[in-house]
């Protein structure tokens, strides 16, 4: 009774009985997320732990604030399902644009163009709650666009377009995502309308851009020397994102046609079988992608307004689009821990 009669305890104690309930319960049914923080600090990390015991990796989201240039972060403990969080980073972190993350060497990282100038920063976090700010890149690192982030044979590679010409790409790397090195040109690319999105497929490191708003890709098998790759007739709609995962060997790559999202696989990123519409959703900025090694979850900024949505891909299904948590002007990131 004495658990009961303390609030904190309460919350929390509500708070494992939903997980609880959700685990136990064996359709995929699309829940939605929580419409405030979610409780304390404290609460979350039970939910979290709650959730890595349970034998899933949690998803985790971070974004922009809808009228600040915070960072925040959620996370979802049951594939996606149910979010908690909607947190403010609280180590200074800014960003006018999208922040890009990765979960690289025991710790989360994430990359983002800061507020005041063009430079990239970075911040990192063991438990992805407590942030320290690690500051610039240290290697000259700049851009005006959203950059991409992805771990590729013990190193994190973050890829960007240039400052000046705002279509060449740009790479940075890191051994433990602290220091870094690099920023380096490795393509020059006229009449480029898209932030390059990285993808890792046999052992090679592939890198989307759009030429003529087409997709086409360069690849490299250490991160060095870089080669032409595949060329797609998939049309980007301008200066719009695409985004991919890798799921056991089949490449899901989502864009927009007129603020609609569709998806294409493919096994060899030669060849590409499109899928159609995404149902119901819609959004004005770039989607987000990522897999835990079962379940796909797509993210995305809900068309005309703040909301982050998600659909799920589970059981080789999508599922009914719903709501997360967290409000945003810009595309949120999401990742797999």
């Given at each position: 009774m004495n658990?009961?009669?303390?609030?904190?305890?309460?919350?929390?104690?509500c708070l494992l009985l939903l997980i609880g309930l959700l685990y136990s319960c064996q359709d995929p049914v699309t829940l939605d997320g929580q419409e405030n923080g979610g409780g304390t600090d404290a609460t979350l990390k039970k939910v979290q732990d709650t959730g890595l015991r349970s034998g899933t990796s949690p998803f985790w989201c971070f974004y922009k604030g809808k009228s600040s240039d915070r960072i925040y972060y959620s996370f979802s403990p049951d594939r996606g399902k149910t979010w908690f969080g909607n947190k403010d980073l609280e180590n200074g972190s800014r960003t006018t644009y999208s922040p890009a993350a990765a979960y690289f060497d025991d710790k989360f990282v994430i990359v983002?163009?800061?507020?005041?100038?063009n430079r990239l920063y970075h911040a990192y976090s063991k438990n992805g709650t407590d942030w320290k700010n690690g500051g610039a890149l240290g290697n000259g690192a700049k851009t005006r666009n959203t950059p991409s982030l992805i771990p590729f044979k013990k190193k994190l590679y973050s890829f960007y377009k240039g400052e000046s010409s705002r279509t060449d790409i740009w790479e940075s790397y890191s051994d433990d995502g602290k220091e870094w090195d690099g920023n380096v040109k490795i393509k020059s690319i006229d009449f480029a309308t898209m932030s390059p999105v990285p993808v890792v497929k046999n052992r090679k490191l592939y890198v989307a851009y759009s030429k003529n708003r087409k997709v086409r890709f360069i690849y490299s098998k250490d991160g060095k020397k870089w080669h032409d790759g595949p060329r797609t007739d998939i049309k980007t709609e301008k200066n719009r994102d695409i985004a991919m995962t890798n799921l056991n060997g089949r490449v899901f790559l989502a864009y927009t046609k007129n603020d609609q999202l569709y998806l294409a696989t493919s096994q060899d990123m030669k060849h590409w079988t499109r899928h159609g519409k995404i149902k119901n959703a819609k959004t004005d900025m770039q989607p987000t992608l990522s897999n835990n090694g079962k379940d796909i979850i797509l993210m995305y900024k809900e068309k005309d307004g703040s909301e982050i949505r998600r659909v799920l891909y589970t059981d080789a299904h999508w599922h009914s689009d719903g709501k997360a948590i967290g409000k945003t002007k810009k595309r949120p990131f999401v990742i797999c821990q």
């Open positions: 658990l009961l009669k303390n609030t904190s305890h309460y919350s929390l104690y983002y163009k800061n507020e005041n100038d």
